[in-house]
């Protein structure tokens, strides 16, 4: 492996700033230098580890543990309050699978431009536009405006662009909760593949994928980084504090 991570977050923190009434932010604009008019509400707290090239490591936690903003802070979305983070290599990031996509564009036209924002040249957008529009698989769809499309397919048309970024690093939030099940199988098989010589960081409540995809897993709890080793241990472990919950909450209910 190399001496340096392909993925390294150091005490990496985010915080939002809530604020209580809806001038508060102008407040905040006009007289911030004397007066803070908001809270900061911290959804990651000192965050540290490294993924190795070729390493295939999994997320879980619950909703809020503040899995997809630390994505989001590794796909350069936006920025951690405190600490630092760096990425090598081409990053193919498949989040909200396509939020950065016209509705008045075709898929055609989405696809080209989604492939040109990952880093890739006309040349290779044309040598591989029809490689996309197979694997996404819709159609006559794919030459229709976006905005007539169901969230399946906006998923397919997504996750067909990043398949084909050659890509170093892919980062996954839950892209396959959306779409159907054929999808959901090609988008498993292409993921994978991509494990066989890529680098991975991948977040998905399917913990059996996970556990037969990854060589780690990292439990995140309320933006903290509870565990992260081996799968089949971190797994057990997130299903086991999981059910202990739901036993109290029904003996509370």
């Known amino acids: 492996m ?11 923190g985010k915080a939002f700033q809530l604020y209580a009434h809806q001038n ?5 604009i006009l007289f911030g230098l004397w007066k803070k008019f908001y809270k900061d509400k911290w959804v990651l707290h000192d965050v540290n580890f490294t993924v190795e090239r070729g390493e295939r490591v999994g997320i879980v936690g619950r909703n809020g543990a503040g899995k997809t903003t630390l994505l989001q802070i590794l ?13 090598g290599g081409r990053i193919a990031p498949i989040l909200a699978l396509g939020s950065g996509f016209d509705g008045l564009l075709t898929g055609r036209e989405n696809a080209r431009i989604g492939a040109a924002i990952l880093g890739l040249s006309r040349k290779e957008v044309d040598a591989c536009i029809e490689d996309i ?3 996404a698989d819709i159609g006559p769809f794919f030459e229709q405006p976006m905005r007539t499309y169901s969230m399946g397919m906006i998923a397919r048309v997504a996750f067909a662009i990043c398949a084909y970024a050659k890509a170093d690093v892919l980062i996954v939030d839950e892209a396959l909760s959306v779409g159907d099940e054929i999808f ?3 988008c498993e098989k292409y993921i994978a ?5 890529g680098t991975i960081l991948m977040v998905s409540h399917d913990l059996n994928f996970l ?8 439990w995140l709890e309320d933006g903290v980084v509870r565990e992260i080793g081996d799968p089949a241990k971190v797994v057990a472990d997130y299903r086991k504090a ?4 739901e036993t109290q909450a029904s003996g509370v209910a």
């Open 2 to 12: 190399s001496s340096e991570p392909t993925i390294r977050c150091a005490g990496v």
């Open 24 to 28: 508060d932010q102008l407040k905040q």
């Open 75 to 87: 796909c350069g979305i936006t920025q951690p309050t405190k600490g630092d983070f760096s990425v």
């Open 133 to 135: 529009a197979a694997f």
């Open 184 to 186: 959901q199988r090609k």
């Open 193 to 197: 593949e991509f494990a066989k010589t």
């Open 211 to 218: 556990a037969s995809l990854c060589n780690r897993v990292l």
């Open 242 to 245: 999981m059910r202990a919950e």
